[in-house]
Nanobody
Framework: QLQASGGGLVQAGGSLRLSCAAS????????MGWFRQAPGKKREFVAT????????YYADSVKGRFTISRDVAKNTVYLQMNSLKLEDTAVYYC?????????????????WGQGTQVTVSS
């Protein structure tokens, strides 16, 4: 199971840190990532990190503002979001991929957490 937390209401330019803790049965894990879905839009890729090699990938829209990291001992992945913009408002989902695939493709991820709402206000 994946449990996401850390969402909330923040002013534009502010910061939030999302966390996603994995628990329960352990399984092969290639990567963990974050996706988001804004109202009326499709869910989109935000960032991902490979679990063993610590390689990160970001959507162009968040590069330089968001940082994904993981704590292997805590089985947790984080998303530090800085310089938040109005367009970052969305429900953010964490996901885990057991096997290698296209990192930005939702189909690569076979385990999803519940979403956490991030709202950026002006």
């Amino acid at each position: 199971q994946l449990q996401a937390s850390g969402g909330g209401l923040v002013q534009a330019g502010g910061s939030l840190r999302l966390s996603c803790a994995a628990s329960g049965r352990t399984y092969s894990r290639y990567a963990m990532g974050w996706f988001r879905q804004a109202p009326g839009k499709k869910r989109e890729f935000v960032a991902t990190i490979t679990w063993n090699s610590d390689i990160t990938y970001y959507a162009d829209s968040v590069k330089g503002r968001f940082t994904i990291s993981r704590d292997v001992a805590k089985n947790t992945v984080y998303l530090q979001m800085n310089s938040l913009k109005l367009e970052d408002t969305a429900v953010y989902y964490c996901a885990a991929a057991a096997y290698r695939g296209t990192y930005s493709d939702q189909g690569t991820y076979d385990n999803w957490g519940q979403g956490t709402q991030v709202t950026v206000s002006s």
